[in-house]
């Protein structure tokens, strides 16, 4: 195949950057509270040790990723559910992590997720 058919790694590796950066914050938060959460801190380090995998692009780990990162979803809108009335300063933050977190998950899923394989022509 020509190396011009090829996708980019450059989007999914960045994306990747960012979400580890994301969750070490996240954990470095949730330590700093007292990090009694077993399944925040669980999920988080799963979504870092699997986006170094998905960075080494061993086959078929993107999709643990993605589940990962739909278990993280599903926490944040169960937390925001229970915790947070809609005139909560906390709402816009939180719908910022939550759109963070939907756009990750819709592009590792995607096919730029996987950037050895080749575009149709």
Known sequence: MPRGLEIPKFPLRLTLSALVLVELFFLFMLFGEGGTEITLIVCSI?????????WRELPRVRWILVAFLVWRILEIVIQASRNLSLD?????????????????ASLIASPLGHPTRGVAR
């Not at 909560?88 to 990750?104: A, E, N, Q, S």
């Open 46 to 54: 799963g979504i870092i040790l699997i986006s170094v995998l998905t």
């Open 88 to 104: 909560d300063h906390r709402l816009p933050g939180t719908l910022v992590l939550l759109g963070f977190y939907v756009i990750v």
